[in-house]
Nanobody, 117 residues
Framework: QVDVVESGGGLVQPGGSLTLLCAASGSSFRISAMGWYRQVPWKQREMVAEILIAGKATYADSVKGRFIISRDNDKSTVTLEMNSLKPADTAVFYC???????????WGPGTQVTVSS
């Protein structure tokens, strides 16, 4: 089981940057891939970025070149650096474990990101 708490969200103007932090606890972090996901009202949760145990990262097409996911297995943290933010990035961001295509069942509180002028 991995429990996560997300932080770092806030209000930022278009073109700005924001870094999100996922702090994890539990016994499975070091043997699990991790991902960042986001959700807006009336839409399905969307994969933003995922990172394997050894650090290989994948990104949604909409954020490639703008976002960077990283992890520190010793500290059990996952970071999402977001640059060149757009209003379309506005969402609640969550992190979670992912095994293949299956995302973990235990979601943290999420952190709100609002991109607006």
């Amino acid at each position: 089981q991995v429990d996560v708490v997300e932080s770092g969200g806030g209000l930022v103007q278009p073109g700005g940057s924001l870094t999100l932090l996922c702090a994890a606890s539990g016994s499975s972090f070091r043997i699990s891939a991790m991902g960042w996901y986001r959700q807006v009202p009336w839409k399905q949760r969307e994969m933003v970025a995922e990172i394997l145990i050894a650090g290989k990262a994948t990104y949604a097409d909409s954020v490639k070149g703008r976002f960077i996911i990283s992890r520190d297995n010793d500290k059990s943290t996952v970071t999402l650096e977001m640059n060149s933010l757009k209003p379309a990035d506005t969402a609640v961001f969550y992190c979670n474990t992912v095994n293949g295509s299956q995302v973990g069942n235990y979601w943290g509180p999420g952190t709100q990101v609002t991109v607006s002028s």
